[in-house]
């Protein structure tokens, strides 16, 4: 994942904005240093979750020493510059720029439901009248389920291409053609629905001019209220900005400074959210009398189930009830139920669907380490020169993650994935499949733990101060060469020793299973 350059921590240098001095942090950027300040810089093709291209002009800024005004989007903050961000010349500027795109814009576009950036601009400087373009129905598609597409909004700021092949790495838009002729369009050459696109609506928040919009919003209004929240759906607890009409959602964004998802989501976060008005929810308690459901009031339905519970633990004790949480559910939720297990309930039968899953790697964990829980952070993605994904589809199962993944792959880290299956991740270039056969995980784990020791390829300093029984697991793993065990694993062992000696000198290494 990609974006703008990030500062050192804790270096400041000092400018002069607008005549006014200010602090700022150094390495960052012009344009993010006026909008940490509270200047609201335009901006038509920057977007800070993709890397800066300076081709819109908008956000230009006067530097003092400078003969023209540079763009603020990839100009770096140098100590003691004196910078204008709203000069009559860099006002003039932006209205050649604003009219220029406004000659193929059709007028209509200002009608939108949701004002976007580009019309925004327009009203701000009054030139809403020199929208001179027409819609044109053969640009129009909405063949997408969630995306309605009209190319006849756009102003070919590549923000759309960019995110795609940057963020998500799905590389569906495209531009064809070149010069006055060149247009966006999917990688199908005809409709979305028939392109590559996943649907994670990257490109749709990205859109400064409504060219790409949400159908819901086109469909029930513009939202009026916004809350935000985690998605429910994976356990990589993405956040989400929940946009509500009338107390209805028409709209999930991502969170732009979420720490795990850093301004994405996947399609079942950004638009698989009808369920939570769907007639087939249970909106009313349900009592059960005589073998029939009847409507409750909720005071009576909590009541009752307090009653039985008290029946239940005076009858049978503490141990008779048990609580489940859920690994769907926010950290906050699942300590509020284990609180109520223990000191409401007074029982310890609290469990959730995680221990099943992880039960295994949980327990090697905790006996390797003293606890069951993970030594590395999804940002480790970002510094790992190799990544080693164990059994995991995860391009599918948590989509946000593997995306991270696949644009370090993409980067130029080594990718090794061990799966039966010929995953998305698989067909990444360079990377290493080993097509494990089914109940070969553990022969294959000591095959390629032979390999690193025998060609020595064990950090033996940083070893020797933090491992015990090395010495045991060099004589265990003596019997597992790869091509002694390659009719247990289904592997080549050439395959397997280039795998090893990848993870092992290609560090730092981070895993996934």
């Known amino acids: ?10 270096e400041r240098m000092h400018i002069v904005v607008d005549g006014h001095p200010v602090e700022v942090d150094a390495g960052s950027t012009l344009l993010q240093a006026l909008r940490r300040v509270g200047l609201d810089v335009p901006t038509l093709c920057h977007d800070e979750r993709i890397r800066p291209q300076a081709v819109c002009r908008m956000c230009i800024v006067e530097v003092e020493g400078h003969a023209h ?16 961000t709203a000069s009559s010349r860099v006002e003039a500027n932006r209205k050649v720029t604003l009219r220029l795109l406004a000659r193929r814009h059709p007028p209509e576009a200002l009608r939108s439901r949701e004002e976007h950036a580009f019309a925004r601009y327009l009203r701000e400087r009054t030139l809403e009248g020199e929208l001179a373009g ?5 640009r129009i598609d909405d063949s997408n389920p969630y995306i309605h597409v009209d190319m006849s909004r756009c102003i070919t700021c590549f923000r759309c291409v960019r995110i795609c092949d940057e963020l998500q790495g799905q590389f569906v838009w495209k531009v064809w053609n070149r010069g006055d002729e ?20 990257a490109c749709v928040t990205s859109c400064p001019t409504g060219a790409l919009e949400d159908k819901t919003v086109l469909e029930r209004g513009a939202p009026d209220a ?11 607890g993405c956040e989400l900005d929940v946009r509500t009409r009338a107390g209805s959602i028409v709209q999930v964004l991502p969170v732009l400074d979420a720490p795990v998802s850093k301004g994405h989501l996947c399609v079942k976060g950004r638009y698989a959210f009808e369920f939570v008005q769907s007639p087939d929810r249970l909106t009313t308690p349900l009592l059960r009398e005589n073998g029939a459901l009847r409507r409750a009031s909720w005071a009576e339905a909590i009541r009752t189930i307090g009653e039985r519970f008290r029946v239940i633990l005076d009858r049978h004790g503490p141990g008779a009830v048990g609580v489940l949480g859920s690994a769907r559910s926010t950290n906050e939720e699942n300590y509020v139920a284990q609180k109520f297990a223990r000191v409401v309930l007074g029982t310890n039968n609290i469990d959730c669907c995680a221990r099943v899953c992880h039960a295994p790697s949980a327990r090697a964990l905790s006996a390797m380490l ?23 589809n995860v391009t599918e199962g948590h989509p946000v993650v593997g995306a991270r993944i696949k644009q370090r792959a993409l980067a130029g880290a080594q990718l090794i994935v061990v799966d039966p299956r010929r995953t998305e991740l698989t067909r990444l270039p360079g990377a290493i499949h080993l097509r494990v056969r089914l109940g070969g995980n553990v022969p294959l784990l000591n095959a390629m733990a032979h390999v690193i020791v025998e060609e020595g390829l064990i950090d033996e300093a940083f070893v020797r101060d933090r491992v015990d029984g090395l010495e045991e697991l060099r004589a265990f793993v003596a019997d597992f060469r790869p091509e002694d065990v390659a009719a247990a694993t289904g592997v080549d062992p050439a395959l397997v020793r280039e795998a090893a000696r990848c993870y092992a000198r290609g560090t730092p290494s981070i895993g996934f299973h």
């Open 182 to 201: 060149d247009e966006i369009r999917p990688d199908s050459g005809t409709t979305l629905l028939a392109s590559s696109c996943v649907s994670c609506g």
């Open 69 to 84: 005004p540079v763009p603020s989007c990839s100009t770096l903050v140098e100590d003691g510059m004196v910078v204008q």
């Open 370 to 392: 003293g606890t069951g829980a993970a030594t590395g952070s999804f940002d480790d993605i970002e510094r790992a020169r190799t990544i080693l994904l164990w059994g995991a």
């Open 1 to 10: 994942m990609m974006g703008e350059p990030t500062a050192p921590e804790g």
């Open 134 to 138: 027409t819609t044109d129905p053969a």
């Open 226 to 236: 916004h809350t935000r929240t985690t998605c429910p759906y994976c356990g990589v």
